[in-house]
């Protein structure tokens, strides 16, 4: 049974830093495609945040490039996502997740096989 276990969450000052991590049972990461989305409060989920492939390359989309950074260990747990320069609009549940099929576009939820429950990122003074 696979399991995606996200932490690191929680209030942080706009400006600031956090850092997520995924942890995984049941699954060999260095074999799957990982990403993070985030659902904002009252709004759908959005697409893909970023994604990392077996191969070690990566995506980001826009709203957060040059300011998220996705890394992983093939070897061991867990993924991470380095939040920097933090903004109240990235005020959401971030949720892990992990696709068995590898893919150069891994944008939309329905790409992806496992989710974690999410952990919230608040970001206020």
């Known amino acids: 049974q696979v399991q995606l276990v996200e932490s690191g969450g929680g209030l942080v000052q706009p400006g600031g830093s956090l850092r997520l991590s995924c942890k995984a049972s049941?699954?060999?990461?260095?074999?799957?495609?990982m990403a993070w989305f985030r659902q904002p409060p009252g709004k759908k989920r959005e697409g893909a945040l970023c994604?990392?492939?077996?191969?070690?390359?990566?995506y980001y989309t826009a709203a957060v490039r040059g300011r998220f950074t996705i890394s992983r260990d093939n070897a061991e747990n867990p993924v991470y996502l380095e939040m920097n320069r933090l903004e109240p609009e990235d005020t959401a549940v971030y949720s892990c997740?992990?696709?068995?099929?590898?893919?150069?576009?891994?944008?939309?939820?329905?790409?992806?096989?496992?989710w974690g429950q999410g952990t919230q990122v608040t970001v206020s003074s």
């Open positions: 997740t992990a696709a068995i099929a590898d893919g150069l576009l891994k944008l939309f939820e329905s790409d992806y096989d496992y």
């Open positions: 049941g699954l060999i990461l260095g074999k799957n495609v």
């Open positions: 994604f990392s492939r077996p191969d070690g390359s990566t």
